[in-house]
Structure formats: structure tokens, C-alpha cells
Nanobody, 114 residues
């Protein structure tokens, strides 16, 4: 399984970005896909996840601002990020869980200026 994250960049506070995570390889029967982020000097934290049945989960800090989705035909997961805040700055990683194994993408940098 390979994951390719993209879509990061520099944006002003209040702006929007959409991240993409393209999956390839043997991904059928995947269980969950998630976005994590890691700010400088902090631990990696869960931002949002989507389960194979379509249910979603969000960190309290992004509820109402971020939306996770997936396009099964394209094997791609998205994270629409609106009303961005400086504290959303960090490297965003995508993760896929399948049959007890977790796979990580390489990360994409998101920087929100105040």
C-alpha cells in the first residue's frame, strides 16, 4: 500500500485548503482512513477519520471547520479545511488501516499565517 498526500501550502487565517491522499496497491477491505497532524515540538494527533461504512470522527478542535471524505472510485481521501487558524499549522499525514496494519503517507505541510 502506498499513500501520497498533497494539497498543503501557506494560507492566511480564515482561509481554506483541501488535502488529498491518493492510495494505491492492495487496499480492498480497508478498515479506516485518517488524517493526522504534527505541529513543531508536539506529538502527532488525530484530526479526522473515516470508517469503511462511511462514518466519520473529528477532533474537537476541528469540528465544524474540517470535513473528511473519500472517493472510492479514485481511491482518494480528502480533507476540506475551512476557517483555518494558526494553530492548524503542521505536517498533515494520511493513514490507512487494513487488516490490523497501518500505512502512512509522507506528509504535506500546512502553514496558516495570522
Amino acid at each position: 500500500v502506498q499513500l501520497q498526500a498533497s494539497g498543503g501550502g501557506l494560507v492566511q487565517a480564515g482561509g481554506s485548503l483541501r488535502l488529498s491522499c491518493a492510495a494505491s496497491g492492495t487496499i480492498f477491505s480497508w478498515n479506516a482512513m485518517s488524517w493526522y497532524r504534527q505541529a513543531p515540538g508536539k506529538q502527532r494527533e488525530l484530526v479526522a477519520s473515516i470508517i469503511s461504512d462511511g462514518s466519520t470522527n473529528y477532533a474537537d478542535t476541528v469540528k465544524g471547520r474540517f470535513t473528511i471524505s473519500r472517493d472510492n472510485a479514485k481511491n482518494t481521501m480528502y480533507l476540506q479545511m475551512n476557517i483555518l487558524k494558526p494553530e492548524d499549522t503542521g505536517i498533515y499525514y494520511c493513514r490507512l488501516d487494513r487488516r490490523g496494519v497501518s500505512y502512512w503517507g509522507q506528509g504535506t505541510q500546512v502553514t496558516v499565517s495570522s
